[in-house]
């Protein structure tokens, strides 16, 4: 497995995993039912296209060939108050390849590389159970107020190296994840 960063002749494999990642089979649990395309498809096409996409934090997983992308991780820009930060996700893994330490491996590089570009913070929605391996904590823990009350359970931040200390308020996503 190799992470690097996203190039032009990715853009198709990285909406067919994110498909795969985010698309359930009849029988299983997942977010979106076969046949229909969940919302973080659109959504990276909508980063991509939009003035919150950072094309240095967009990287793919690739397995055997440069060219077959296993997964992918992108961070936006977003904001706390006034102050750029982060938000990642969504982060994609193919349903082959889960379990494998792909998604991990996205993770790291792309927490790595947004502290060395001096970011302060990197904001996400997901399950603390697995982020809280990768130094993510609730939001309130960091005086962060989550962009939706109800997500305070799931709403989580990571201060990187350059986090100020009084860094404190709403996180706000780019425009594109309201439109998706």
């Known amino acids: 497995m190799l992470i690097r960063r996203e190039t032009d002749r990715d853009?198709?494999?990285?909406?067919?995993?994110?498909?795969?990642?985010?698309?359930?089979?009849?029988?299983?649990?997942?977010?979106?039912?076969?046949?229909?395309?969940?919302?973080?498809?659109?959504?990276?096409?909508?980063?991509?296209?939009?003035?919150?996409?950072?094309?240095?934090?967009?990287?793919?997983?690739?397995?055997?060939g440069d060219d077959d992308i296993i997964g992918h991780v992108v961070c936006s820009r977003a904001h706390v108050g006034e102050v750029p930060v982060?938000?990642?996700?969504?982060?994609?893994?193919?349903?082959?390849?889960?379990?494998?330490?792909?998604?991990?491996?996205?993770?790291?590089?792309?927490?790595?590389?947004?502290?060395?570009?001096?970011?302060?913070?990197?904001?996400?929605?997901?399950?603390?159970r697995y982020y809280r391996w990768f130094g993510f904590r609730p939001c309130a823990a960091h005086g962060i107020v989550p962009p939706d009350p109800g997500w305070r359970e799931h709403f989580q931040v990571r201060a990187l190296t350059r986090c100020l200390s009084d860094l404190r308020g709403a996180f706000r996503y780019a425009a594109a994840f309201d439109r998706v």
């Open 86 to 128: 982060l938000a990642l996700g969504p982060i994609s893994v193919h349903p082959d390849q889960q379990a494998r330490g792909v998604g991990s491996a996205l993770m790291h590089a792309v927490l790595g590389a947004a502290d060395a570009l001096g970011e302060p913070l990197v904001g996400l929605l997901g399950d603390p």
């Open 11 to 64: 853009i198709d494999g990285i909406r067919a995993v994110t498909i795969a990642a985010f698309t359930r089979p009849r029988r299983e649990g997942g977010a979106v039912p076969e046949g229909q395309v969940p919302a973080e498809a659109p959504l990276v096409e909508a980063l991509r296209d939009s003035d919150a996409w950072l094309p240095r934090l967009s990287l793919v997983a690739t397995g055997t």
